[in-house]
């Protein structure tokens, strides 16, 4: 699986989008971006995931560049309750359940 | 709630003992995978299970085992415990069809210390 890079730690305000950068420039043309949160105690939660296309669900929207080198995921609208620990990962979606976490980026938001 | 549940939530062993953790899935899932979190860090991929067989193994020592039951249960279990086994243990599951894996629903891990 490919190698990703995310900053260590960022704050949002409650209300404001969140935007979370990723990198991943070696990805392959078979590797999809995957983002999981992990809130303080609790196992890792399924964010959102993507090819190239942008994706859109509930909770959050998926932005992969053209040369998908690399990706933002967007909260829309932070709330306290966002405050975790996301997760970039990108993985041949056959490749069975092997998740590669790196580091992640700790999301404060603030009131 | 993602329906996948873990027993015990907080467990406390000696080095050298022996523990087993359980795990389980949500209904309709058929495959299981484990992982191990130290504090401060990511998971880490230990191995996956389906239709009760590994299917897949990260970069732990044999001592690390697991079953997954018809149930689509499962255990992990260690032996030879050691310090740095310490960690928060979680478990996923997911549904497989062929080659195709839905996203992982995780449960809310087993707090492992190792004295």
């Known amino acids: 699986d490919a190698k990703t890079t995310q900053p260590p730690s960022m704050d949002c305000a409650e209300g404001r989008a969140a935007n979370l950068p990723c990198n991943h420039s070696t990805i392959s043309g078979n590797e999809y971006v995957y983002w999981y949160r992990q809130i303080h105690s609790q196992g890792p939660q399924y964010i959102i995931h993507g090819l190239k296309n942008n994706e859109t669900n509930e909770m959050a929207s998926l932005i992969i560049t053209e040369d998908r080198k690399s990706s933002t995921l967007i909260l829309p609208h932070a709330t306290l309750r966002d405050t975790a620990v996301y997760y970039c990962i990108v993985r041949v979606e056959a490749a069975g359940n092997k998740l590669t976490f790196g580091g992640g980026t700790r999301v404060l938001v603030k009131p | 709630e993602t329906g996948v549940t873990q027993s015990p939530t907080h467990l406390i062993k000696t080095r050298g003992q022996q523990v087993t953790l359980r795990c389980s899935s949500q209904?309709?899932?058929?495959?299981v995978s484990w992982y191990q979190q130290a504090l401060g860090q990511g998971p880490q991929f230990i191995f996956q299970y389906y239709r009760e067989e590994e299917n897949g193994r990260g970069n732990f020592p044999p001592r690390f085992s697991g079953l997954q039951f018809p149930n689509y249960s499962s255990e992990l279990n260690v032996n030879a415990l050691e310090l740095d086994d310490s960690a928060l243990y979680l478990c996923a599951s997911t549904y497989r069809k062929g080659s195709s894996y839905n996203e992982q629903f995780f449960g809310p891990g087993t707090r492992l210390t190792v004295l």
């Open positions: 209904s309709g899932h058929n495959t």
